[in-house]
C-alpha cells in the first residue's frame, strides 16, 4: 500500500534497500542522488528514461545522442512531500484546484510500488524496456478521497526512442460507489528558447484561460506561441499535438488517447520568481503541454477501469524558407 510519506522521507529512503527483481532486463532499480528510488529503463539505440518511485515520475527520457528531452529544475526539491518539478508528474485524482484536495491531488506525493504482476496489457513486442508501478489509497488518502483505487501506470521506451505512459485507474470500491475524478501527464518539455517555440494542433480550439478566471475563448492564431505567461486548458483537442522548437530543429509529437484535453503553461518571468523550485530564468527553457481530462470528469462504476495514454516522440523538423512542415507530423 503506498502511503505519504512523513517529512524527511528522503533520508529514511537513503538507507539501502535490497535490490528489487525487475520484470525487463532493461530495467534497473537505483537511488537517486537524494536517496529517493528510480527506476532507469534502458532502450534501444542507447535511448532512457528514468521513473521515481516516488510520485511514479518520470524524470528523464534522453535520446540516442544522450539529449535530455523532458525539463527538470536545476532547483526541484527531492523531498517529500513536495512534488517534484519537471518531467511528468501524474495528476490524479485532481487537476488544479477544483476540488477539495491539494493542487494536482496526490498521485504525485505518494510512494508508488513495482507491479511484477500485472494484468496483462497488449503491447508492440517491439517494446522491451518498461516497468509497471501500482498505487492503491492508503489509510490516509481514504480519509481525503474517501474511494478505492487500483492505479497501474506502465512507462515503456520504443524501439525508435519514443517513451509511452499507459495509466489504468479502476474503481475497487466495495460499498457500490462510482467515483469521479479528473487528471493530467503534467508534462515539462525541454525547449532551447521559449520565444522561438511554437504550438501546432490547438489552433481553433476552444480554451479556459486560468489567467482570465477560467473564462472560455476561441484560439485565433495559426499556431501558438510564447510572450508571457499562459496557462490555457484546451478543450476537446486533437489525439496530435506538435510542439516545434526552432533552434533544435526538433518537434515533439504529443499523442494522447483517452484524455480529451491539452493544457498548455509557461509561468514566464514573475511565476518563475514566485516558486522556490524553479530558477528565475527556466521559464526560457521549458514548456509544459499536458494531456489532461479536466472539462470533464471521468467517472468511474465499481468494477470499471479507465486507460488513458500518453506517446511522446522526438523527430528532426525540417524547415524550407521558414515555413513549419509539423503538419507532417500531426498528419502522420
Ligand atoms: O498545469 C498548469 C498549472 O495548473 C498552473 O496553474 C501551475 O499551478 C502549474 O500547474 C504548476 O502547479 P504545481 O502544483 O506543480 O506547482
Known sequence: MASPAPAGAASAAASPSPPVQLPSPFAELVKGPSGLEKIVLRGARNCCAEIYLYGGQVTSWKNDNGEELLFLSS????????????????????????GNLEQHGFARNRFWTIDNNPPPLPVSPAIKAFVDLILKPSEE????????????LRVALGPSGDLSLTSRIRNTNTDGRPFSYTFAYHTYFSVSDISEVRVEGLETMDYLD????????????????????????YLAAPSKIAII??????????????LPDAVVWNPWDKKAKAMQDFGDAEYKSMLCVEPAAVERPITLKPGEEWKGRLVLSAVPSSY????????????G
Open 141 to 152: 488518502d481514504l480519509k481525503i478521497w474517501p474511494h478505492s483505487f487500483e492505479f497501474r
Open 320 to 331: 524550407c524558407s521558414g515555413q513549419l512542415d509539423p503538419l507532417k507530423v500531426l498528419q
Open 210 to 233: 486560468n489567467l482570465k478566471a477560467k473564462e472560455r475563448f476561441t484560439e485565433q492564431g495559426d499556431a501558438i506561441v510564447f510572450e508571457s505567461e499562459v496557462d490555457k486548458v
Open 245 to 258: 522548437d526552432h533552434e533544435k530543429k526538433r518537434t515533439f509529437v504529443v499523442t494522447k488517447e483517452g
Open 75 to 98: 532547483k526541484a526539491i527531492f523531498k517529500p512531500p513536495k512534488a517534484i518539478r519537471g518531467g511528468i508528474p501524474v495528476c490524479f485524482p485532481q487537476f488544479g484546484t477544483h
